[in-house]
Nanobody, 117 residues
Framework: QVQLVESGGGLVQAGGSLRLSCTASGRFFRIYTMGWFRQAPAQQRELVATIGTRDSTYYADSVKGRFTISRDNAKNTVYLQMNSLKPEDTAVYYC???????????WGQGTQVTVSS
């Protein structure tokens, strides 16, 4: 079973930056689209960004121009660079692999991002 381990979250002031990392176990990381998701308290989990196997990217409108997703297949790792953070970005951030817009693996523990105003 593939394990997903997210890290890099923390407490930051509005306007600040954080870089999240997600490392996946297993041998097939490079063949899947990878996505970052987030879940704020009492809200549903939402898709934030994806990166395809050929580095095509998608961003939710709420983060476009502020967040950048990237991947390092040699390290089985996907990153999320988050700049100009806003209080509404506060959430637990998760990663997962995607196949035909459905997540593939069990969710990891996520990493908490808290943005203070």
């Amino acid at each position: 079973q593939v394990q997903l381990v997210e890290s890099g979250g923390g407490l930051v002031q509005a306007g600040g930056s954080l870089r999240l990392s997600c490392t996946a176990s297993g041998r097939f990381f490079r063949i899947y689209t990878m996505g970052w998701f987030r879940q704020a308290p009492a809200q549903q989990r939402e898709l934030v960004a994806t990166i395809g196997t050929r580095d095509s990217t998608y961003y939710a409108d709420s983060v476009k121009g502020r967040f950048t997703i990237s991947r390092d297949n040699a390290k089985n790792t996907v990153y999320l660079q988050m700049n100009s953070l806003k209080p509404e970005d506060t959430a637990v951030y998760y990663c997962n692999a995607l196949l035909q817009n459905a997540t593939i693996y069990s969710w990891g523990q996520g990493t908490q991002v808290t943005v203070s105003s």
